[in-house]
């Protein structure tokens, strides 16, 4: 294998959208994308090769539907499972050819640097791809854009398709939008960019939920990363509960945006946006051909909603501009306000209405629940607890007895950490602009349940 020249490596990246067939994770060129539409039985074409599983209609326009298991091994015939397929079809457009490709699933958008795509092999028996490795490990399979457009043509010269009416010349192509994902909530429609898009998931369950109102529900794991759940009336929905998430985010975390369907991915004319929408998460609307209008989300605003938690580097720990914790908090009121560092808490849970501290739980209120099966040790910090808080500390549990959880300060709204003194013992203190909050450190357990 040749190392890749200078050239190579100080070259940009390229954005590629990440796409799942069965087992196949699969890559192709975001420029080649324009749009992602709910996956629909293609019809049947009475010339057809064996690669083609049929056509679309789109735009006035008939579109080869191509069969990707005609090369990649494991995978159903569409033909054989054209009633129960879902997913999407992709449609690309190479050098004037427009075809579509059903896939199962849209993993957002993924910058690749020029030296790993230089360092891409040629699959051992499918022209139509190239391997690459990534840095976790895993192999994404690069779809060439060239290979399906040859496909393409071909199909659509067997079948008779033709294809005269082209979607947008070069020079109107290059003037759209970046690629836009659009989902559905409650009956709108919603769009954000799609590089910050990393997935598309059935909704899992909350390992933290937040009971007291604001733009958060909760905390769900994916993929080994914390995920902050927008509540959906931020987005004007009433319903609690959606059956999908799509995860948002940067290098600073990640926030889930509750959605009932995913429906496309689509690149839009600037004469498309229209002015500011009502709503803080809003930055207009999108008129396409469709009766309703596209909300399109502030990336900015939301990616602001995610709590930020402390990396410990030496940069940070010497920052002198912002003077604010990279922490987020939960404040509680235990006769004191508390304030718990959010990356301790893992579920926040409401105590049964007839809960109530048996006597012989002594002075610190030491006594244990069950959780998930297992015997939690509790303290009270409250004179009449109504949520608990579980703790993990160090591998060790513990249920922390509350009066009240009020809100959650976000990273960089709090003062940094300083030290004061109680009753002879140090502690520490974080303010806002409006109120001081006794930091909760798990060390200090004894006293807080004594004062």
């Known amino acids: 294998m040749t190392a890749p020249s200078a050239a190579q490596t100080s070259a940009p990246a390229s954005t590629y959208a990440m796409l799942q067939l069965g087992s196949w994770q699969l890559g192709v060129d975001a420029a080649l994308v324009q749009q992602a539409r709910p996956y629909e039985v293609p019809g049947a074409l009475a010339q057809a090769t064996p690669e083609l599983a049929g056509s679309l209609t789109l ?25 129960t397929a879902g997913g999407y079809h992709l449609i690309l457009q190479h050098q004037g050819i427009r075809l579509a490709l059903r896939v199962d699933q849209l ?19 499918t022209p139509l791809l190239r391997s690459v490795t990534l840095d976790d490990g895993a192999t994404l399979h690069l779809l060439d854009g060239a290979s399906l457009a040859s496909q393409a043509r071909s199909a659509i010269q067997a079948a008779q398709l033709g294809q005269d009416h ?17 989902f559905e909530l409650a009956g709108q429609r919603y769009a954000l960019p799609a590089e ?52 948002v985010g940067d290098q ?7 959605i009932d369907a995913a429906t496309t991915l689509r690149r839009f004319r600037p004469d498309q946006l229209s002015g500011a929408e009502d709503g803080a998460l809003y930055t207009g609307l999108i008129v396409d051909d ?33 003077q604010r914790s990279r922490d987020a908090y939960l404040v509680c009121n235990t006769g004191i306000r508390l304030a718990v560092p959010i990356q301790l808490v893992e579920q926040v849970c409401v105590l049964p209405a007839d809960f109530s501290l048996a006597a012989d739980q002594g002075e610190n209120g030491s006594g244990s629940i069950t959780w998930r099966g297992l015997a939690l040790p509790l303290h009270a910090l409250g004179q009449a607890p109504t949520r608990m808080l579980v703790i993990r500390h160090e591998e060790k549990v513990l249920g ?21 003194r109680v009753a ?15 930091l909760f450190e798990p060390e200090q357990l004894d006293f807080f349940s004594t004062h």
């Open 59 to 83: 735009e006035q326009q008939r579109l080869p539907a191509l069969d990707l298991a005609h090369w990649l091994p494991g995978l159903p015939h569409s033909s054989t499972d054209a009633g």
């Open 107 to 125: 993993g957002g958008m993924r910058e690749l640097p020029a030296a790993l795509l230089a360092a891409a092999q040629p699959h051992s028996s």
């Open 166 to 182: 082209q979607h947008q010349p070069a020079s109107e192509e290059a003037r759209l939008l970046p690629p836009m994902g659009v």
């Open 196 to 247: 910050l898009i990393h997935e598309v998931t059935p909704c899992p369950p909350m390992s933290t939920a937040f009971l007291w109102g604001g733009p958060l529900r909760g905390v769900v794991d994916w993929r080994g990363q914390h995920v902050y759940l927008l509540a959906p009336t931020q987005l004007g929905a009433s319903q609690n509960e959606t059956a999908m998430l799509a995860v």
């Open 252 to 258: 600073h975390g990640y926030l889930g945006l509750p």
């Open 290 to 322: 469709q009766a309703s209008p596209i909300r399109l989300l502030d990336s900015t605003a939301l990616l602001q909603l995610i709590p930020r938690t402390a990396k410990t580097t030496q940069q940070q720990c010497a920052d002198s501009v912002l």
């Open 400 to 420: 922390l007895l509350v009066d009240a959880v009020e809100t959650l300060l976000p990273a960089l709204t709090a003062s940094l950490p300083r030290a004061i």
């Open 424 to 438: 002879g013992k140090p502690f520490r203190v974080i303010s806002t602009r409006d109120a001081s909050y006794t």
